[in-house]
């Protein structure tokens, strides 16, 4: 099962550590508020519990109107994953990464007004040091060969990246 967790309403805090077992992925949003004061700021932290595991992100959704006054910035380490200015706004299609280190970090800014914004990103381990993802070790293997935990697959939340975790999910269920 995954949670769901409202950015705004841990700013600042520790980075939240996903493991194997207890917290292998989650998602989160924005609140339900969806006007923040001008020049508000919220960065959020998430690490693995091991240095080879890494980090699937996909941002599932995102309508942040005002553009490029309001972003969503993501970081691997301290490398801009989403440079291109059309990752950080507006209302793209779903895009994903896949982290190079073992901390993500997301700040999302506002500007001068208050327009309207909301997002929602799924983040999930991927067991980089599995060899060939045996479903006896309970993860899922992605077509794009990310390897993630089974509990992840068909919850309605793209974690593998290109979707494979919530194809076929009335002939397996729900894991």
Do not use: W, Y
Not at 73 to 85: A, E, F, P, R
Not at 111 to 140: D, E, M, R, Y
Request: charged share 15%; with cysteine; hydrophobic share 35%.
């Amino acid at each position: 099962m995954t949670n769901l967790v409202l950015m705004d309403k841990i700013c600042g805090s520790d980075a939240i550590v996903l493991d194997g077992n207890i917290k292998p992925g989650l998602t989160f949003q924005l609140s339900n508020i969806n006007k923040f004061q001008p020049n508000f700021s919220c960065s959020i932290k998430f690490r693995t519990a091991q240095p080879t595991q890494r980090l699937v992100i996909v941002v599932e959704q995102m309508n942040i109107a005002d553009c490029p006054g309001d972003t969503l910035q993501i970081l691997d380490g301290s490398t801009l994953l989403n440079k291109d200015v059309k990752q950080q706004c507006g209302a793209p299609a779903t895009f994903t990464f896949t982290t190079a280190n073992t901390l993500a970090t997301f700040t999302f800014k506002t500007g001068k007004t208050t327009k309207t914004a909301s997002f929602q990103v799924a983040i999930a381990l991927h067991f980089t040091t599995i060899p060939g993802c045996p479903q006896s070790l309970n993860v899922f293997l992605c077509k794009n060969k990310n390897c993630i935990s089974k509990s992840l697959a068909c919850n309605k939340h793209n974690h593998c990246g290109d979707n494979t975790d919530e194809l076929n999910c009335s002939i397996i269920g729900k894991k």
